[in-house]
C-alpha cells in the first residue's frame, strides 16, 4: 500500500504518515520473532550445609521461598514480589 502512494507521487514522510509506519518499519522487515533473551527454567543455587552450586527448577527454588516466607518461626528474609 505504501508503494502505491509513492508511484502516484506522494513524498514518503507523507505516505508513512498516512499509513500509519515509522521509517524503520519501512526499511527494516520485522523477523517475526520476539526480541531478547528467553526467560530462564533453572537458577543456580548454592546449598548452605556444603557450599555445593547446583542448578534447581525456578518452580522449586519459588516453593522454598515461599514455604520459609509462610514459616511464622523465620525471619522475614524473603520478600515477594506479591
Same mark, same amino acid.
Given at each position: 500500500?505504501?508503494? &502505491? ?23 527494516? &522487515? ?16 548454592r ?36
Amino acid at each position: 500500500m505504501m508503494i &502505491e502512494y509513492m508511484s502516484k507521487g506522494i513524498r514518503r514522510d507523507r505516505c508513512l504518515a498516512i499509513v500509519g509506519m515509522s521509517k524503520s518499519e519501512f526499511y527494516h &522487515e520485522s523477523a517475526g520473532k520476539k526480541s531478547g533473551r528467553a526467560p530462564t527454567t533453572h537458577t543456580k543455587w548454592r546449598n548452605p550445609k556444603n557450599l555445593e552450586v547446583i542448578m534447581k527448577k525456578n518452580d522449586e527454588v519459588l516453593l522454598e521461598a515461599i514455604h520459609i516466607k509462610l514459616d511464622p518461626d523465620q525471619a522475614k528474609w524473603y520478600h515477594l514480589p506479591w
